[in-house]
């Protein structure tokens, strides 16, 4: 009981780098930054440039349908009706064979999701998009390069989230990124904010201080008891502005890239040799790493398995015990989550999306992930699995 892993959760940096190379300027080149006051917030306004792009009476954003509620929210503030599109059998991807179909002559944009970190088709998915004359928007809220990695984004703006449980966490912040100089024109200005009360840098720094104490696996278990704080619930939550990042986060970014990429990528390696026999699209276990061909040097958020839901439900409640951090991740397709039904005017069914979050399981794979951890994790899924 008094030792739970999170799901996710790397320390928030509050000290700067020492290291000149270490510049804001310089943690996204080629690209450039608009910074925004959340990541559904940047979400927004690379939809809105999408709108102003291409001008249509009613314009449409075409998104998967299972993913976070945030999503919707931010096509919502923009003034784009959301379509969604299934996924691929046993995939985190939208089904290519489906999305044509769903494309029109009002269709400005397509949101491709880095789900977990693992990367979308983009290839097939820019061919595609070109021939509509419609903007790809990359999802990167979960995906974040290790460093030296020119072709990690390949979306033509590119959308990265700081909040809470994200790769680069500040808990709060975001970021739209792009190369294309009309494009970056195109995107709203961020909204000065004026903070009113205590001084909003120590304040900030008091609540990362205490979020940095309480993700420990020693504490965590408190802040996971108080139902009021709704840890790891997918919750709607309608986007009210698109104000800008505070001067302390900013100032903050890049020592917090910096620590991010120095960190050791074992778990990853890790937990892919011990499911490497284990895990097929026939079997008990979809290793999603495996089975999607990501690269074993790319940096995952969580580690995603698909599961048989009678075999998950008792997994997540074996590893939770033993305080490992399992995550369910979002627990129903978009249509379904409370708030949103209204705003998707009964699209579906979505048979494959729907699969997925009912057997979609994810490990913990950041900084205070133990060796210990990780041993107990594999031995807990094999002994589940194998019955």
């Not at 944009?109 to 595609?128: K, P, Q, Y």
């Not at 990167?140 to 809470?164: K, Y």
């Not at 999607?292 to 790319?298: M, V």
């Not at 060796?371 to 807990?380: F, G, I, S, V």
């Amino acid at each position: 009981m008094f030792y739970q892993q999170p799901p996710v959760g790397n320390p928030v940096v509050l000290s700067g780098s020492r290291d000149p190379a270490c510049r804001l300027d310089r943690c996204f080149s080629p690209y450039h930054g608009t910074f925004y006051v959340s990541g559904t917030a940047a979400l927004a306004a690379a939809l809105i440039a999408a709108k102003k792009r291409k001008p249509v009476e009613r314009p449409e954003v075409v998104l998967p349908a299972y993913g976070c509620p945030d999503l919707i929210s931010a096509a919502s503030f923009a003034g784009l009706r959301p379509v969604l599109v299934d996924l691929e059998r046993n995939r985190p991807w939208v089904d290519l064979q489906q999305l044509p179909a769903k494309l029109t002559d009002s269709t400005v944009g397509i949101v491709a999701v880095d789900l977990f970190g693992i990367s979308e088709r983009f290839r097939i998915l820019r061919e595609l998009a070109s021939s509509r004359d419609i903007l790809l928007i990359e999802d990167s809220a979960q995906a974040f390069p290790n460093g030296g990695e020119s072709s990690f984004w390949q979306g033509d703006l590119v959308v990265i989230s700081f909040g809470r449980g994200k790769p680069v966490s500040l808990l709060g912040g975001g970021a739209v990124l792009s190369r294309d100089q009309q494009l970056r024109d195109l995107l709203p200005a961020p909204e000065e904010q004026v903070f009113k009360g205590w001084p909003s840098s120590a304040m900030y720094r008091l609540k990362a201080g205490l979020y940095n104490r309480m993700i420990s696996p020693h504490l965590y278990w408190a802040p996971q008891g108080l139902p009021f704080l709704h840890l790891g619930e997918t919750r709607y939550h309608p986007l009210t502005d698109l104000g800008a990042m505070d001067a302390t986060r900013l100032a903050l970014l890049p020592a917090n890239i910096d620590a991010y990429r120095r960190q050791p990528r074992d778990t990853y390696h890790w937990l892919r040799a011990s499911f490497q026999d284990l895990g097929s699209d026939e079997a008990g276990l979809v290793d999603l790493p495996k089975s999607t061909g990501t690269p074993i040097d790319r940096r995952l958020l969580r580690y995603p398995l698909l599961v048989a839901p009678a075999t998950r439900h008792s997994l997540f409640h074996a590893l939770r015990r033993a305080g490992l951090g399992p995550s369910l991740m979002y627990p129903v397709i978009l249509p379904e989550i409370s708030g949103v039904q209204r705003l998707l005017e009964k699209q579906g069914p979505f048979p494959q999306a729907r699969s997925f979050a009912e057997r979609i399981l994810t490990l913990p794979t950041h900084s205070r992930v133990s060796d210990r951890n990780l041993c107990a994790m594999r031995d807990l899924i094999i002994r589940q699995i194998n019955g």
